[in-house]
């Protein structure tokens, strides 16, 4: 795996993991963003993302085409 292929999957790991979870979101290399709301609908495989938003459609996301991850830097109310 290349190197900026690992630290996109470290970010992505550690906002999944992070408490507590702020949405975030994940921009393709294509242009097209997918909003992560709920770190369960999200699972890391080997070489891609399962994306399971919430219409129910699941997406399969090429880690080798992911660009960028954004933070929302939104915390839910405590």
């Given at each position: ?6 630290t996109i ?6 906002l999944?993991r992070?408490e ?9 290399s294509?242009g097209?963003r997918y909003?992560?709301?709920d770190?369960d609908?999200l699972a890391?495989?080997?070489?891609q993302l ?8 699941g997406?399969h996301l ?6 960028a991850v954004?933070e929302m830097?939104?915390?839910?109310a405590?």
């Open positions: 795996m290349a190197e900026r292929e690992e999957l470290d970010t992505i790991r550690h999944k992070q507590p979870f702020s949405a975030f979101r994940i921009v393709m294509s097209d909003l992560v709301e770190p609908a890391i495989a080997t070489s399962h994306y399971y938003p919430r219409s129910g459609l997406i090429r880690l080798n085409q992911v660009l954004e830097n939104e915390r839910p405590a």
